[in-house]
């Protein structure tokens, strides 16, 4: 049988991998932090606590396995951080491709061992060295791939500059016949709400042929509008600098159908339900969203229906 099929956000999902909350380590200092977000909670003490994200956690996977989704978990680490399975690798069609994630994540990665022994060799794609990509920088709109992407001269001084366009040119020649966009986002180490740590935190497709985008986040107003194009300016739900602050692009689907969303984005779950005609699942996901990722970040899809 076959384990892996990705080729958009929202088709209907058969098997994922959730993030692991047990044994997350100690609150980290202000030098250990690696995204705006957490810097801002360590700074102001209200990193969460490992109890409030193991409650959300359990919320978010009960929801999957009442929509009969397959759900795998990464082995526990001890005291490490496993939340954001997005950004350890990610599927493109049949292939799993593992990335080059920052080196202070990159313990993470063993904790997939048994996940990625289930599938053949040739299906598993690592990058050289030099070519930096997480997850969450990665969208998929069938034979489209939108790529967060940072090209600055100071990359590698940015904790949160995680795709770099080595790693893209890499992915373009791996599948010759996808066309990838790349799109530069604003970064900012410290401040949430002038940075844009992956580009699943700017942009989110939905339904089948929507999506959630914060305008600002983009360097170039050009790909903001290539985006408003590609899905047509009446299926796009704009976001305020408030609303990507708390992370409302970062909404997860299980289906064209289905979306599973944050219990406080009281506006676009409206939007959603009564503009969009969708089902919104609501979970408790604030405190997770303190150390910059939500829904969508916790999840590694293996297998979407066609
Ligand atoms: N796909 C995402 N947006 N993931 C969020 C990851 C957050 C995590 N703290 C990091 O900095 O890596």
Same mark, same amino acid.
């Given at each position: 049988?076959?384990l892996?099929?990705? %080729?958009?956000?929202?088709s209907?999902l ?8 047990h ?5 980290? %200092? ?5 995204d705006?977000k957490? @810097? /801002? ?6 990193y969460?606590q490992?109890?409030?994200?193991? @409650? ?21 680490l001890?005291?490490c ?11 493109i069609?049949n292939?799993?491709i ?6 202070d994540r ?5 904790? @997939?061992?048994?996940i ?17 990509v997480e997850g ?5 709109? %069938?034979?489209?791939?939108f790529c ?15 795709t ?11 599948f ?8 530069s986002?604003k970064?900012n ?6 940075g844009?740590?992956?580009l699943?935190?700017t ?12 305008k ?7 790909? @903001?509008?290539?985006?408003?194009d590609?899905?047509g ?14 992370? %409302?692009?970062?909404?997860?689907s ?5 979306v599973v969303?944050?219990?406080?984005f009281?506006?676009?779950n409206?939007?959603?339900? /009564?503009k969009?005609?969708l ?16 829904l969508r970040?916790?999840t ?7």
């Amino acid at each position: 049988m076959q384990l892996l099929n990705i %080729n958009d956000e929202t088709s209907e999902l058969e098997t994922v991998v959730l993030g692991q909350p047990h044994s997350m380590g100690k609150t980290p %200092n202000l030098e250990e932090t690696y995204d705006a977000k957490s @810097y /801002e909670n360590v700074t102001n003490n209200s990193y969460p606590q490992e109890d409030d994200i193991i @409650y959300e956690m359990t919320c978010f996977e009960k929801i999957l396995n009442d929509h009969k989704v397959k759900v795998l978990r990464p082995r526990i680490l001890k005291d490490c951080n496993q939340v954001f399975a997005r950004d350890v690798a990610f599927v493109i069609e049949n292939k799993v491709i593992i990335s080059n994630i920052i080196p202070d994540r990159a313990d993470e990665q063993e904790a @997939y061992k048994e996940i990625f022994d289930m599938i053949s060799f040739q299906d598993i794609y690592n990058l050289p060295e030099k070519a930096h990509v997480e997850g969450g920088d990665i969208i998929l709109c %069938n034979d489209t791939i939108f790529c967060g992407v940072y090209k600055g001269d100071d990359y590698s001084s940015l904790k949160t500059a995680r795709t770099n366009a080595y790693a893209i040119d890499f992915l373009k020649e791996l599948f010759p016949h996808k066309t990838f966009i790349d799109i530069s986002l604003k970064k900012n180490d410290k401040d949430p709400k002038q940075g844009i740590l992956h580009l699943d935190c700017t942009f989110m497709p939905v339904g089948k042929n929507k999506a959630i985008v914060y305008k600002e986040g983009f360097i170039n107003l050009k790909d @903001y509008q290539f985006i408003v194009d590609f899905f047509g300016k009446d299926n796009i739900f704009e976001i305020t600098q408030q609303e990507m602050y708390y992370m %409302n692009t970062n909404i997860f689907s299980i289906s064209p159908e289905v979306v599973v969303s944050e219990e406080r984005f009281i506006r676009l779950n409206k939007f959603l339900e /009564e503009k969009w005609n969708l089902t919104v699942k609501k979970v408790p996901y604030y405190e997770i969203s303190k150390m910059g990722g939500l829904l969508r970040c916790s999840t590694l899809p293996l297998k979407r229906k066609k």
